[in-house]
């Protein structure tokens, strides 16, 4: 750190504080700089994906070694030169990762608990510790908000590695939370005491390929009658990539260990103030006409996949709780910050890729759906 009055005077600020809380001059130095207390070695499986990259350029940012582990299919050439990429797959190929050392391993692609078997089975003495990263579809009961201790939901099917892949494919991915709570199990078996496990909700903003909070900005950007879901009240959960991928780096530098939900924002959030949010953002003259859910059901308008991020009946899912993570400092960014990035990256795609969301209702359906309301109405 640049030794500077201000520095100092930051410094000297802390130390009293720092003291009280036992805080070693490491720990202290870091909190006056804002800065890690030591640079680590990181490797994350994956990490060209979505939330990936923001971990690793956040890493980068605050001196981490980083090293990836892939296949090399996903965004290929996009890795800054300071990152380490090591090819591999984690159905098997795994020789890439044999004799190398690290201070933790950050899992994001895996679903399946032989992943997490057999990458332990490579990693266990190499790596200090193991970050898992889950969801929270791993809970049993969705029908209310859960806390970390929810129970989780069960798998009992074979789990050897092709079985599990198609029994998860075959379930149309209803297996998918309860082989998470399992890869869950198999990272703290392997690295008992060592492991962190966070378990976001919808992770959202730019590269989103899911396009599933997405689809608000676009339609709202484009205008018009916007057929709004259920009652305004309805609450929802997302969590910007950004915010997530940089929490996890800061909880990895705190050796943080345990189990977190992950969602935002801070505090309970209707749909209407979503919607608003994002409109307010754009300064958009869209006009929203709220639907009722028995309306939308009648006509076939699914929750979450056409009317994205909205959970309908499982409203449980957006009432997530998310005290524990909120204590270890996860933080969020504005709203309206998000929703703007995420209209700008998607418009900055090719003009193919713009012509149908992933997720959502197409125009077509949307102006049939609201017309029926009217009618209806009338
Ligand atoms: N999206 C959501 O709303 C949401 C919500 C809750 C939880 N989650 C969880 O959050 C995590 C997010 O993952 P992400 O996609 O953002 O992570 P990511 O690390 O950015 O991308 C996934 C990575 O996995 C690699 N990969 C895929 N198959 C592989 C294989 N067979 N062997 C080796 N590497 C492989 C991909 O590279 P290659 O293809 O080149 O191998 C890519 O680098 C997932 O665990 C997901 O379940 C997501």
């Known amino acids: 750190m640049i030794a500077t009055r201000r520095n100092f005077i930051k410094l000297s600020a802390t130390a009293g504080a720092a003291v009280s809380l036992g805080l070693s001059p490491r720990r202290l130095f870091a909190a006056a700089t804002n800065q890690p207390a030591k640079s680590l070695n990181i490797l994350i499986l994956g990490g060209t ?86 969801t929270i579809s791993v809970y049993a009961d969705t029908s209310k908000g859960v806390d970390e201790n929810g129970a989780l939901a069960k798998y009992d099917g074979p789990d050897a590695y092709k079985e599990t892949l198609e029994a998860m494919r075959a379930s149309g991915y209803k297996t998918y939370g309860p082989l ?33 909070f997405t689809y608000w900005p676009v339609r709202i ?25 940089e929490w996890t780096i800061r909880m990895v530098e705190d050796s943080e260990i345990g189990t977190y939900n992950a969602t935002g924002p801070a505090k309970p959030l209707g ?27 009648q006509q076939k308008v699914e929750a979450w996949s056409d009317m994205p991020v909205w959970t309908g009946d499982e409203s449980g899912m957006a009432r997530t709780n998310i005290s524990r993570a909120l204590g270890k400092g996860l933080t969020f960014r504005p709203l309206a910050e998000t929703a703007s990035d995420t209209l700008s990256w998607f418009k900055s795609r ?22 029926a309301w009217h009618q209806r109405k009338a």
Do not use: C
């Open 49 to 134: 994906g979505f939330t990936g990259p923001y971990q690793v350029r956040y890493a980068l940012s605050r001196g981490h070694k980083v090293t990836v582990f892939n296949r090399g299919k996903t965004h290929p050439g996009e890795l800054p030169k300071e990152v380490e990429q090591l090819i591999g797959d984690r159905d098997g190929q795994l020789d890439a990762l044999r004799n190398r050392k690290w201070d933790v391993a950050v899992d994001n692609p895996t679903t399946l608990p032989a992943w997490v078997r057999d990458a332990a089975q490579v990693l266990k003495g190499n790596v200090e510790r193991y970050v898992f990263i889950s």
């Open 180 to 212: 998470k709570a399992l890869s869950e199990q198999e990272a703290e078996k392997a690295f008992p005491g060592r492991t962190l496990i966070i378990r976001p909700g919808l992770i959202v903003g730019p590269h989103d390929e899911t396009e599933r």
């Open 221 to 245: 950007d484009r205008g018009g009658e916007v057929l709004a879901p259920g009652d305004p009240k309805d609450p929802v959960q997302f969590i910007d990539a950004r915010d997530l991928a």
């Open 271 to 297: 749909i209407s103030g979503m919607l608003d949010g994002i409109k307010n953002a754009q300064n958009s003259k869209a006009k929203f006409t709220w639907v009722p859910a028995d309306f939308l059901q």
């Open 350 to 371: 090719p003009p193919e890729r713009q012509m149908k969301l992933k997720a959502g209702l197409t125009s077509e359906r949307e102006a049939e759906v609201l017309a």
